[in-house]
């Protein structure tokens, strides 16, 4: 592996995002391309991360460190990705449904979606159906992903999924949802495709979604 992937993956993992940017520089300098730069640095990152947050060696303010480091690479790799069409892996909509303001755990699923290599369009919190909808109808997603912290917004979740069928677009997205209230069990009741217990386990139920896996 190239020093510039290795420097960039294990400035990720340390949650560096003042490092980050300039080492983007110096590997575009050095000739790598935007994608080489995510899949062999930013992407490498991101995925030790979840090993160890999965493992209980990171936690999660160490975690959104991480995100905001992937984050400070892909800002100026984003402009530079589009313009060589590169392909991502798809593309997804997330947001918290009506009635819940939270949206850090959010937030999270969206940065570590997005250093898989997802197109992720995220639509913030307290969002009713028809936001949902709007979005599916706007941005043509793959997957949309709903979360929800409170049990008395954990039902919203089935309003949102039932309201999507009822536009005729539930056949062309996988439902994933998540939050502390919400499990398997729930998903499957409420008809979504899949459960992400964390931000790592959504981020690899994404890649699943697409073959990616």
Avoid: W
């Amino acid at each position: 592996m190239s020093t510039i992937y290795e420097k960039l993956a294990t400035t990720v993992l340390e949650g560096n995002s003042d490092k980050v940017p300039g080492l983007i520089q110096k590997g575009l300098d050095e000739g790598k391309t935007a994608k080489e730069l995510l899949d062999n640095g930013l992407v490498v990152g991101m995925d030790e991360v979840g090993v160890r947050f999965k493992r209980g060696d990171m936690f999660v303010p160490e975690v959104l460190m991480s995100a905001e480091a992937m984050k400070a690479g892909m800002d100026p790799l984003r402009p530079l990705l589009a313009e060589a069409e590169e392909e991502m892996l798809g593309t997804i909509v997330l947001g918290t449904v009506e009635g819940d303001l939270h949206d850090i755990g959010k937030n999270l699923v969206a940065m570590m979606c997005e250093g898989a290599g997802f197109d992720v369009v995220n639509i913030g919190f307290d969002k009713p159906p028809e936001a949902f909808i709007d979005a599916i109808k706007e941005h043509q997603p793959d997957i949309v992903g709903m979360s929800a912290l409170l049990t008395t917004t954990m039902r919203a979740m089935g309003h949102t999924i039932k309201a999507i069928e009822e536009a005729g677009l539930r056949d062309q997205v996988k439902i994933m949802v998540g939050g502390a209230p919400v499990d398997a069990e729930f998903a499957d009741r409420i008809g979504a495709d899949g459960y992400g217990s964390n931000a790592p386990s959504a981020s690899d139920l994404a890649k699943e979604f697409v073959g990616a896996a």
